[in-house]
Antibody
Framework: QVQLQESGPGLVKPSETLSLTCTVS????????WTWIRQAAGKGLEWIGR???????NYNPSLRGRVAMSVDTSKNQFSLILGSVTAADTAVYYC???????????????WGQGTLVTVSS | DIVMTQSPDSLTVSLGERATINCKSS????????????LAWYQQKVGQPPKLLIY???TRESGVPDRFSGSGSGTDFTLTISSLQAEDVAVYYC?????????FGGGTKVEIK
């Protein structure tokens, strides 16, 4: 059974950098696409980006170059970095596995429990 | 980006009655080469992450009760709960994975009357 767990600071100051890690168990991080999604309070879901362990990454253009993802295969973890944060980046951040078929990334399953990140001074 | 529009925003249904949620995409998510609709549905209960219910617009994920069904093609899709149970109270989201970035509908909140 694949399980994901997010970790990282729950409070980040404006203009600083948000850094989160997702630890994967039950599956090799080398074999799938991995994704970050966020949800502001009372709002819908926003895809942040995905990566494949080989180094391929895709990011949401709406984040205008502030985002980066990386993988640590030795720890079976992948990470999210979001720079120059503002209050608008306050959200629950989820990591998820992206299920790919014939190399095309598709739906998200499973998801981590999510971690709340608040941007405030 | 493909815009996903769900309706209604909220829905109140009696136990045992049918609940119908609509999802419309701003462009077709039907891939002609394999005749598959690149659309998924998720259920999110309070305080929990979204849970995959349906993919390819109509394929139920393993373990999902058969009262949940998905239908539609092209740009118009429906999630139906045939007989609403108390444990189905949640927000439901559609998501397209036809193109990057993948996008979600705004969600439909289902409550018990």
């Amino acid at each position: 059974q694949v399980q994901l767990q997010e970790s990282g600071p729950g409070l980040v100051k404006p203009s600083e950098t948000l850094s989160l890690t997702c630890t994967v168990s039950g599956a090799s991080i080398s074999s799938y696409y991995w994704t970050w999604i966020r949800q502001a309070a009372g709002k819908g879901l926003e895809w942040i980006g995905r990566m494949y362990s080989g180094g391929t990454t895709n990011y949401n253009p709406s984040l205008r170059g502030r985002v980066a993802m990386s993988v640590d295969t030795s720890k079976n973890q992948f990470s999210l970095i979001l720079g120059s944060v503002t209050a608008a980046d306050t959200a629950v951040y989820y990591c998820a596995r992206t299920v790919a078929v014939d190399g095309h990334p598709n739906w998200f399953d499973p998801w981590g429990q999510g971690t709340l990140v608040t941007v405030s001074s | 980006d493909i815009v996903m529009t769900q309706s209604p925003d909220s829905l109140t249904v009696s136990l045992g009655e049918r609940a119908t949620i609509n999802c419309k995409s701003s462009q077709s998510v039907l891939y002609s080469s394999n005749n598959k609709n690149y659309l998924a549905w998720y259920q999110q209960k309070v305080g929990q992450p979204p849970k995959l219910l349906i993919y390819w617009a109509s394929t139920r994920e393993s373990g999902v009760p058969d009262r949940f069904s998905g239908s539609g093609s092209g740009t118009d899709f429906t999630l139906t709960i045939s007989s609403l149970q108390a444990e189905d109270v949640a927000v439901y989201y559609c998501q397209q994975y036809y193109s990057t970035p993948p996008t979600f509908g705004g969600g439909t909140k289902v409550e018990i009357k």
